[in-house]
């Protein structure tokens, strides 16, 4: 069984459209992110939310909007795609979250995303 | 701000050798630090956690220390083989917050 799924694993789409990205953890995790990885393989957050409510908001152009339907989903939507989205996007999950607790983050696949 | 970062980009090693690697932290006092491992399209992994009130911690080739003087940890691999070889990330939250924040990786590559 897959812990944290992502879906697509890769997405090909043209400047200006809008596109979504789905994710599901099956582990019962109270916080769910959002990351970013650049050409680099920079990791960087980008949404965290806990029991459904956003927690972080990393200075993402709110073009990206994140959507929590229940603790066990958050999908990602972005408007408007430019060159630079191009990146991969993964999806995390972790028990707890905050400095008080120190449970791992357990990533999806992420998802390839080229923008042209 | 806090940030974290690991000095190398990339090392190559020797299988057999011991790999070492460097996590600096600065402008804060982290509770923690966790050690991740990530292959070439996959998500990271964790690996170790290791808390500021302790120095060590192994788990079978690997082992992870914490120095709160010198604000760092490193991470070791031991009698390290081929299939050791990924992108290891250094990660733990800033203060106070659900801020998980990412070292820039070390890749890896053991040499057989």
Not at chain 1, 31 to 46: A, G, H, R, V
Not at chain 2, 24 to 30: E, R
């Amino acid at each position: 069984d897959t812990a944290v799924s992502q879906t697509p694993k890769y997405l090909v789409t043209q400047m200006g459209n809008d596109k979504s990205i789905k994710c599901e953890q099956n582990l019962g995790h109270d916080t769910m992110y959002w990351y970013k990885q650049d050409s680099k393989k920079f990791l960087k957050i980008m949404f965290s939310y806990n029991n459904k409510e956003l927690i972080i908001n990393e200075t993402v152009p709110n073009r990206f909007s994140p959507k929590s339907p229940d603790k066990a989903h958050l999908n990602l939507h972005i408007n408007s795609l430019e060159l630079g989205d191009s990146a991969v996007y993964f999806c995390a999950s972790s028990k707890v979250g905050g400095l008080s607790y120190n449970s791992p983050l357990h990533f999806g696949n992420g998802t390839r995303l080229t923008v042209t | 701000s806090q940030k974290i970062e690991q000095n190398s980009e990339a090392l190559n090693i020797q299988e057999g050798k011991t790999a070492t690697l460097t996590c600096n932290y600065t402008n804060y006092s982290p509770a923690y630090l966790q050690w991740y491992r990530q292959d070439p399209g996959r998500g990271p992994v964790f690996l170790l956690l290791i808390r500021e009130n302790e120095k060590e911690k192994r788990k079978e080739r690997l082992k992870v220390t914490f120095d709160t003087t010198l604000k760092q940890s490193l991470f070791h691999i031991t009698a390290s083989q081929p299939a050791d070889s990924a992108t290891y990330l250094c990660g733990t939250t800033t203060s106070g917050t659900y801020k998980y924040i990412f070292g820039t990786g070390t890749r890896l590559k053991v040499l057989a």
